[in-house]
């Protein structure tokens, strides 16, 4: 059998530039000597004898015992994504919500009590609105922009802060390393939901946050095909409030989305880099089109809180906002017009992808709660793809042209 030779694996990733690390880091190649990382399809691992079973269950001896503990190639994903955070730590799970829940709940008990901000994807919101007080966690919504919100939610049994930002589906920008001050001095953590900014563009343990976490579903695999999650944070995080939890739970990451996602990671900065470049060019482009009545997205001056965004941010992001004339009615028939961009409750994508937040991702919540995070009947949610940024801005431009005509067929896309 082919021994594998040394020199593959002998740089220290962290020596890196950060595209190289993507491409290389993290990799645990077999005798094989493969160009391309390998895909564990195995539930378990055999020991050579029964004393090796007993050294390995007892942590004497380091190696894989069960997939739903770990497995190689979720472990391949695993540093890759620690060594793109920068983070001492990561774990896999099967979908962001999986990631989501640890990252809260890992921490808490019977007592705690949790602040997040109110702009929350819908089933973060569930969690901390719905699930946690079930079990005796007390929460709090805050307008995540409003400091002195955060701060007068303080309580002595505070444990962690929660947010998102860019939220979804305004694309407000919130104060990460304020937030994380006003959660350290009442000792309390802060978890950071980084989704919308991608692990490229926002750095939030740099900025002070505990624990990232991201729907891995999104830019990182970036191609629409599997779910996946993942946590971040330091060691002793880890170790104490998220290892466990996931190992006796059981939301793990299928070797083989891990293998999509981890191959995933080599072309991420290039796909991140491509659609801010079109979304960037398509913001401006919306701000200029009759019917439009306003645009958000970060990168403009014009956003609430582009100053912010601009310090704490590497990137202006991959979605754009906007509202248009009209309401739902007017919003509906753009959208339905379109003919590259689809229609889906989806993002961070290949393909261009829209939504109408109000009767889809919010529609659960009552409509005072939709009108205070801004989620108005006309506002669109575009998430910007890989395709040419020309026939984009063609696609819209035809759409919002229609708007002027007399209301046609329903249905016709
Ligand atoms: C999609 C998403 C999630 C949930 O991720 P899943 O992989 O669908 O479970 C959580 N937060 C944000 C901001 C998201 O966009």
Partial sequence: MQKPSKRYNSRDPKSLRPATRLVHGGSLRSDFGETSEAMFLTQGYLYDTMEAAEARFKGEEQGFIYSRFSNPTVTMFEKRMALLEGAEAARATATGMAAVTAAVLGQLKAGDHIVAAKALFGSCRYIVEELAPRFGIASTLVDGTDLGQWRAAMRPNTKTLFLESPTNPCLEVIDIAAVARVGHEAGATLVVDNVFATPLLQRPLQLGADCVVYSATKHIDGQGRCLGGVILASEPFIQTHIHNFLRQTGPSLSPFNAWVLLKSLETLPVRVAAEVRSAELIADFLAQQPHIVKVLYPGRADHPQHELAQRQM????????????????????????????????????????????????????????????????GLLRLSVGLEDVDDLIDDLAQAIAALDRPKTVVGLR
């Fill in 314 to 377: 590497l990137g202006n992001g991959t979605l754009v906002a906007f509202e248009v004339a009209g309401g739902k009615e007017a919003a509906f028939r753009l959208a339905n017009r379109l003919s590259i961009i689809g229609i889906s409750n989806n993002l961070g994508d290949a393909k261009s992808l829209i939504t109408h937040p109000a009767t889809t991702t919010h529609q659960r919540l009552p409509p005072a709660a939709r009108a205070e995070m801004g989620v108005t009947e």
